[in-house]
Nanobody
């Protein structure tokens, strides 16, 4: 059984930083594409960042480029999302996602999802 467990969310002031973690069991991130999606109340789910296992390519939503960084630690089978210079519009539930392929920002194509971790940014 695949499990993705996120942690690291919380309340931060605008301009601050958080690092989200996603620990996996039942799959190896070495063999899977890992992504972070987010969803704010009343808004559609959107892709934030992905790390493609085949060539370690990384992808970012335009609005987070230069502020967020996705990375992985194979020894811990964990993927991270370092979020700097946070803005109120970054507030959302953040979900760790995995699949054997990269499907861009088409969230409905990804098989495995975590339960999410909440990020709140105060202005």
């Amino acid at each position: 059984e695949v499990q993705l467990v996120e942690s690291g969310g919380g309340l931060v002031q605008a301009g601050g930083s958080l690092r989200l973690s996603c620990a996996a069991s039942g799959l190896r991130f070495d063999d899977f594409t890992a992504c972070w999606f987010r969803q704010a109340p009343g808004k559609e789910r959107e892709g934030v960042s992905c790390l493609e296992h085949s060539d370690n390519s990384t992808y970012y939503k335009d609005s987070v480029k230069g502020r967020f960084t996705i990375s992985s630690d194979p020894a811990k089978n964990t993927v991270y999302l370092q979020m700097n210079s946070l803005k109120p519009e970054d507030a959302a539930a953040y979900f760790c996602v995995a699949d054997r392929r990269w499907y861009g920002w088409h969230h409905n194509m990804y098989d495995y999802w975590g339960q999410g971790t909440q990020v709140t940014v105060s202005s």
